[in-house]
C-alpha cells in the first residue's frame, strides 16, 4: 500500500533521518551545490529519455524518479536549515501564481 505524506511529514523524516544517520545537516552553502548537481542529474536524464542525446553506459541504470527524489531530499534539506516551511511556501507560491498568470496561459495562443 502507498504511503501518503505531506510536505510537513516530508520535512520531519529528512530531519529525523539526518539526526539518526547523517550525524548533522551538510551547511547551506555544501547542501545548494549538492542541489545543483541533482538537478544536473536530472537535466541529464531528461535529455537523454527526452531529448535528443543518446545514453551512455553508465546512464542505462538511472531512475528518474529516484533522481527527482535526490533533488526533493536536498530542497527539503535547505528548507529544514533555513526555517522554510515548506507547505506554507508551495501554498503561498500556488496563490500567487493563481493571481499572476489566471488567464496568461489559457489566452496564450501558442499553448492552443
Not at 17 to 25: A, L, N, P, Q, S
Not at 54 to 71: G, I, P, W, Y
Request: glycine residues 4%; hydrophobic residues 40%.
Amino acid at each position: 500500500m502507498e504511503e501518503h505524506i505531506t510536505l510537513k511529514e516530508a520535512q520531519a523524516k529528512v530531519d529525523a533521518w539526518i539526526k539518526t544517520y547523517g550525524v548533522r545537516y551538510f551547511n547551506e552553502l555544501t547542501n545548494m551545490a549538492i542541489l545543483t548537481e541533482e538537478v544536473g542529474e536530472v537535466a541529464r536524464l531528461i535529455a537523454r529519455m527526452y531529448g535528443e542525446q543518446s545514453f551512455k553506459e553508465s546512464d542505462k541504470q538511472k531512475d528518474l524518479a529516484d533522481e527527482m527524489a535526490d533533488v526533493l531530499w536536498v530542497l527539503i534539506c535547505l528548507a529544514n536549515q533555513t526555517g522554510v516551511d515548506l507547505t506554507a511556501a508551495f501554498q503561498k507560491n500556488l496563490q500567487k501564481k493563481t493571481e499572476r498568470d489566471k488567464n496568461r496561459h489559457i489566452n496564450n495562443l501558442k499553448l492552443a
